[in-house]
């Protein structure tokens, strides 16, 4: 997806400015619409300059609209690992 086609997307999207930043975020992390983001809520907080709760917040947001997809990973072990985030 390019730049203005990604934009057109979040100028019509019903969500917060944290979310729309989140998203051009991860986006360009992914490398694209079919990517995935493996990255801590902690260390993204940092990234973009928003607060852990606004992170996680906004990132149950966009999913529950349909704009990615969170998948927490575990190692073999059983120890929690990065949650994956892929764009649909």
Not at 28 to 36: C, S, T
Request: charged share 20%; net charge positive; no cysteine.
């Amino acid at each position: 997806m390019n730049d203005l086609t990604r934009y057109k997307l979040l100028a019509g999207a019903k969500v917060p400015p944290a979310a729309k930043l989140l998203y051009s975020y991860l986006m360009d992390r992914a490398g694209g619409l079919h990517g995935y983001v493996l990255l801590s809520g902690k260390k993204l907080a940092l990234e973009v300059g928003l607060s852990p709760s606004t992170v996680r917040r906004n990132l149950h947001l966009l999913q529950r609209i349909g704009l990615l997809r969170i998948t927490a990973r575990y190692s073999e072990e059983g120890i929690r690992l990065t949650n994956q985030i892929t764009f649909r």
